[in-house]
């Protein structure tokens, strides 16, 4: 199975601030993978996709890079409606697996 | 605008079958070429994939759960579902529906399972 490893398990930031969470794979993945939001006592939501790509309806403040091992995901302006737990997901192999999340809190 | 919807028993007893079906509105099972995933999600922790469907009935599931885990699809209901047998406590979670083999576009709103005597 790929491993998906995320970094930090939570943080606490300001509103305003330019928040930065980190994916690492345990095998290439090329660009396969997704973002999830997942707010408090709400199932997950789609942000980014194929490790860059905004999901319609997201805000532009959201955005995702990186390839192969290691990706990102920024907030460029955290606003109180971000908190919550993102996972990112791996779609190259099969299971399928998820980071363990981070937690996002203002 | 797609909606799924998770439904079944909530309470479940050790060893016995878990049985829930996700029924879509807004849109057909059967078109535009998706299949249909589970997830689940233990209480306080992680996502799980568990496993998807296509609709000619094609699956892929997750090895740890293989050997305990039937899905099936009914397009004439437009809905698709999950078993899961010889359930223990490990299996208490949030059970949830998506859209989608890769990108899991479209959720249900999940629903807790509990594995209790």
């Known amino acids: 199975d790929v491993r998906m490893t995320q970094s930090p398990s939570s943080l606490s930031a300001s509103v305003g601030d330019r928040v930065t969470i980190t994916c690492q794979a345990s095998h290439d993945i090329s660009n396969s993978l997704n973002w999830y939001q997942q707010r408090p006592g709400k199932a997950p939501n789609l942000l980014i996709f194929?490790?860059?790509n905004l999901e319609a309806g997201v805000p532009s403040r959201f955005s995702g890079g990186g390839s192969g091992t290691h990706f990102t995901l920024t907030i460029s302006s955290l606003q109180p409606e971000d908190i919550g737990t993102y996972y990112c997901q791996q779609y190259d192999n099969l299971p399928r697996t998820f980071g363990g999340g981070t937690r996002v809190e203002i | 605008q797609l909606q799924l919807q998770e439904s079944g028993s909530r309470v479940v007893k050790p060893s016995q079958t878990l049985s829930l079906t996700c029924a879509l509105s807004?849109?057909?099972?059967?078109?535009?070429?998706?299949?249909w995933t589970w997830i689940r999600q233990p209480p306080g922790k992680g996502l799980e994939w568990i496993g998807y469907?296509?609709?000619?009935?094609?699956?892929s599931y997750s090895p740890s759960l293989r050997s305990r885990l039937t899905m099936s699809v009914d397009m004439s209901e437009n809905q698709f579902s999950l078993n899961l047998s010889s359930v223990t406590a490990a299996d208490t979670a949030v059970y949830y529906c998506?859209?989608?083999?890769?990108?899991?576009?479209?959720w249900g709103p999940g629903i807790l399972v509990t594995v209790s005597s």
């Open positions: 807004g849109g057909s099972i059967s078109s535009g070429g998706y299949s």
């Open positions: 194929t490790a860059s």
């Open positions: 998506a859209r989608g083999r890769d990108t899991l576009d479209a």
């Open positions: 469907i296509y609709p000619t009935g094609s699956t």
